[in-house]
């Protein structure tokens, strides 16, 4: 599969120098590293939206080095396509392909490349916050995908992505989580892996309204939280209990 990106496309994509930045490290960490709120949990719940994947054909956008398509693979799916903006993320996917595995150097706000109708499943595992124009993803999606088919859309919680930080006692014991700017959309700017990140806030309506707009059906919407036996593998797990940090809009066509 060939990149479908010109070369300018995409040079001047706000957060993508930031994600070229990271990526050494990202891939360590995705393959490697703890990477507790994958493992702990939003594993599992994406799995679980997922369901039976066997012989489906599967799009996964904002693959990053693949880790998802490839859990697809293993659990059955016929063709699963990973798309991904940042150039050393696919490089490292390619790295571990498989048969039934293939990665793209694309927007996925533009994925006119595919043909209409073509996938069973489209997943967005931690993606849409980072995408500047999460209206074009969902037309995108929604054009590649069957009738019948599902998006699964995995993101940070608006409560979440708005601002805000723990607000904590004399003692640096966390007191509640302090939520601010929720209505004002647009950039954020933060640190992950020791680099910088720019994703974008927008509140739930927003995201809603958008799916519903696109033609999508809104299946079902869950906020992923810890049980005890996630908590006794990370047990730096505990704020999932306190506060929503991640959403999963389960979308048909
Ligand atoms: C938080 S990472 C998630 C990676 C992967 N889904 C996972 O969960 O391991 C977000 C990914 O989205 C990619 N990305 C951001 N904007 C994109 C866009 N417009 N088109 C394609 N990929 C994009 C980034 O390069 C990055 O790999």
Redesign the pocket.
């Known amino acids: 599969m060939p990149s479908h990106m010109s070369s300018d496309d995409g040079q001047n994509?706000i957060?993508?120098r930031e994600?070229e930045n990271m990526a050494q490290a990202?891939i360590e960490e995705?393959r490697y590293g703890r990477n507790p709120v994958?493992r702990g949990f939003l594993d599992r719940y994406m799995l679980a939206a997922c369901g039976d994947v066997t012989g489906l054909r599967i799009l996964?956008?904002?693959?990053?080095?693949g880790?998802?398509c490839r859990m697809l693979v293993e659990r059955g799916a016929g063709y699963v396509l990973g798309?991904?903006?940042?150039r050393p993320?696919i490089d490292a996917a390619r790295e571990l392909k498989g048969e039934r595995d293939e990665y793209c150097l694309?927007?996925?706000?533009n994925l006119d490349f595919l043909a209409p109708e073509s996938f069973d499943l489209a997943v967005s595992?931690?993606?849409q916050c980072?995408?500047?124009d999460f209206l074009a993803?969902n037309r995108a999606v929604y054009r590649v995908l069957k009738k019948g088919g599902r998006f699964l859309v995995a993101n940070l919680h608006p409560m979440r992505s708005a601002a805000g930080t723990w607000c904590r006692n004399a003692a640096g014991e966390k007191l509640h989580v302090i939520l601010d700017r929720y209505f004002d959309e647009g950039e954020r700017h933060w640190t992950m892996l020791g680099c910088p990140l720019i994703n974008f806030h927008r509140t739930l309506s927003t995201y809603i309204r958008g799916f519903i707009s696109t033609g999508f059906e809104i299946i079902d919407v869950v906020e992923p939280t810890v049980g005890p036996e996630d908590l006794a593998a990370y047990p730096e797990l505990d704020d999932e209990r306190r506060v929503p940090n991640f959403i999963i809009y389960i979308l048909g066509k």
């Open positions: 994509y957060g993508l994600w990202w995705m994958r996964d956008c904002g693959c990053g080095e880790r998802f798309v991904d903006l940042c993320l694309a927007n996925v706000e595992y931690l993606n980072d995408v500047s993803n």
